[in-house]
């Protein structure tokens, strides 16, 4: 039976996957930022009383 050569190359990455992971992140902490804004003007809201159009 033959025997495979086992080969062990380096595989670079290239550039455009790191550009597409920072590109990810970006958009994950602009999603966090927003949303985290809205909860706390809701709470302040909650906490003052105010009656929004949801009521």
């Given amino acids: ?3 495979a ?5 380096p ?3 290239s550039s455009a ?5 920072s590109s990810d992140s970006a958009q994950l ?4 930022l927003f949303s ?7 709470l302040v809201a909650v ?5 929004g159009v949801w009521f």
């Fill in 29 to 32: 902490v602009t999603v966090a």
């Fill in 11 to 13: 595989i670079k990455v």
């Fill in 47 to 51: 906490i003052c009383g105010i009656q």
């Fill in 17 to 21: 996957s790191d550009n597409l992971d």
């Fill in 36 to 42: 985290g804004i809205g909860l706390l003007i809701s």
């Fill in 1 to 3: 039976m033959p025997r």
């Fill in 5 to 9: 050569a086992r080969i062990a190359t």
